[in-house]
């Protein structure tokens, strides 16, 4: 089965083709820059490479989630309209599960910066989810981590956490990893494909002009 995955949930935006889990090719690029001007160039610039045509895949696998709203809304829609223009499979994969390295012994914590001292978290055992990826406090997060007594890795978006992590769990492992398109690809292959119509980013949380708009309609509705 050949494979087009990609992940743009976060400033990064990776891209990988594979044959099952051999990978083909990969290219990474980590500047800011707007996903939807690269990805498409980028995608073409490796099938090119390969000497292969958009006709030649078989499955799209993209990262749902969580992350940047706009890089998830541009990448769903980008592989739902391949996905239905090459009349192939879709799969979504979690952002945060392709985040987490294969053979880390414990708990492995995959975070991504969601802004104001929050994170979209996973919390993963031997790539088993040991409960739901959520958007948490970074604080909430590290409650809940230091009340599992085990072995911790902090994967992802760690830098901007480091000092707080240290403060409050001195014996944790932090590992920062960027997003991995060949790791999406590999995870999205073993998954069953997905409806194209009702495929959907999957945000965890509302987006800042929704929030606002629920939080002031509250609040009106609670003035009379």
Same mark, same amino acid.
Request: no cysteine; aromatic share 6%; proline share 6%.
């Given at each position: ?6 992940d743009?949930?976060?400033k990064?935006l990776t891209?990988?083709?594979l044959?099952?889990?051999t990978?083909?090719?990969q290219?990474t690029?980590?500047?800011?820059k707007n996903h939807?001007i690269t990805l498409m160039?980028?995608i073409?610039?490796l ?6 045509k958009?006709?030649d ?5 993209v990262?749902?989630? !969580? ?25 979504g994969v979690s952002?945060?599960l392709a985040?987490?390295?294969?053979q ?5 914590i995959?975070?991504?910066?969601a802004?104001?001292?929050n994170?979209y978290?996973g919390?993963?055992q031997?790539?088993?989810a040991?409960r !739901?990826?959520a ?6 997060v590290?409650?809940i ?6 072995p911790?890795?902090?994967v ?10 240290e403060?409050?769990?001195?014996q ?5 990893t ?10 999205g ?5 997905q409806?194209?119509?009702?495929f959907?980013?999957n ?12 939080k002031?309609?509250?609040e ?5």
């Amino acid at each position: 089965m050949k494979i087009a995955a990609f992940d743009t949930s976060s400033k990064a935006l990776t891209l990988a083709i594979l044959e099952d889990e051999t990978l083909l090719a990969q290219m990474t690029l980590n500047i800011k820059k707007n996903h939807s001007i690269t990805l498409m160039p980028a995608i073409d610039f490796l099938m090119n490479s390969l000497d292969m045509k958009p006709t030649d895949l078989d499955r799209i696998v993209v990262a749902q989630g !969580p992350g940047s709203y706009t890089g998830l809304r541009m990448a769903v829609a980008t592989a739902k309209t391949l996905a239905h223009t090459l009349k192939i499979e879709l799969v979504g994969v979690s952002s945060l599960l392709a985040l987490v390295p294969e053979q880390v012994e414990g708990l492995v914590i995959p975070v991504m910066d969601a802004r104001r001292n929050n994170v979209y978290a996973g919390f993963y055992q031997s790539g088993q989810a040991m409960r !739901p990826e959520a958007h948490l406090p970074l604080a909430e997060v590290l409650d809940i981590v230091s009340a599992a007594n085990q072995p911790v890795t902090f994967v992802g978006e760690t830098a901007v956490f480091a000092e707080q992590i240290e403060a409050v769990l001195p014996q944790a492992t932090l590992q920062p990893t960027l997003p991995d398109a060949a790791a999406v690809g590999r995870i999205g292959l073993v998954l069953p494909a997905q409806s194209i119509h009702d495929f959907v980013p999957n945000y965890l949380k509302r987006v800042e002009a929704e929030e606002n708009w629920l939080k002031n309609h509250k609040e009106s509705s609670d003035s009379y």
